[in-house]
């Protein structure tokens, strides 16, 4: 069982209004990263991190911005919800090590969010 | 360019039964192929990860295969359980960067009835 948390687990939330999405994890892991799935779609890469104060824009194209200033932290924030946000966002985590040939990510329960 | 391609879409199967899912892609520089179970409303969780050199990799009732000439996997499960409902999602990760680039396939919806 992978100790990686995010809270909440579900979200509905008006327009225009600032939410945090909460990421911790207790392997530390240096890498992090948060996905964007859809219904029956695949998994997309929007942001990830290599340790502290490393934070970088993943393939998919998000309005949202991300911060690591502790090894086991990462949150998401967006400043201005939009419906067009509504999706469920996974936080993932990894050891930093070798080629990364097994590496294995660790990903939490997710969140889901509606933005009304 | 890149993709990983999963077939059958959706699967239902009646408890006991045997299936097979599959993978093709055109990842490349090739470095691992990983299979994940997603639990609806859960994240994903690895099954089984190969590399290049790996042709299978079981994982109790789980055996992945992987085909790198002609790229392209399978994953067999035995003896279905109920417990097996899930999203079976496979994941190749590319060797063109220190990242290892993740792409990820849509997955099959497998639901196994009593």
């Known amino acids: 069982e992978a100790d990686i948390y995010q809270t909440p687990r579900y979200l509905v939330i008006g327009t225009g209004k600032k939410i945090t999405l909460e990421c911790s994890q207790t392997?530390?892991?240096?890498?992090m990263y948060w996905y964007q799935q859809d219904p029956g779609m695949e998994l997309h890469l929007i942001h990830y991190s290599y340790g502290v104060n490393s934070t970088e824009k993943g393939d998919l194209s998000s309005e949202s911005t991300v911060s690591r200033i502790r090894t086991e932290h990462f949150p998401l924030t967006l400043e201005s919800a939009r419906p067009s946000h509504t999706s469920q966002y996974l936080c993932a985590s990894s050891i930093l090590a070798g080629t990364g040939e097994r590496e294995t990510q660790y990903f939490g329960p997710g969140t889901r969010l509606l933005v009304l | 360019k890149n993709q990983v391609e999963q077939s059958p879409q959706s699967l239902i199967i009646l408890e006991g039964k045997n299936c097979t899912l599959q993978?093709?892609?055109?990842?490349?520089?090739?470095?691992?192929l990983r299979w994940y179970k997603q639990d609806t409303g859960r994240g994903p969780v690895s099954l089984t990860i190969m590399t290049f050199s790996e042709n299978t990799k079981s994982n109790g009732r789980y055996t992945a295969t992987l085909d790198a000439d002609t790229k392209q996997s399978s994953l067999h499960i035995t003896a279905s359980q109920l417990s097996d409902s899930a999203s079976y999602i496979c994941?190749?990760?590319?060797?063109?960067?220190?990242?290892?680039?993740?792409?990820f396939g849509r997955g099959t919806q497998l639901t196994v009835w009593p």
């Open positions: 994941v190749v990760a590319d060797r063109g960067s220190t990242l290892g680039r993740l792409y």
């Open positions: 993978c093709n892609y055109t990842v490349s520089p090739f470095s691992n």
């Open positions: 392997m530390g892991h240096d890498k």
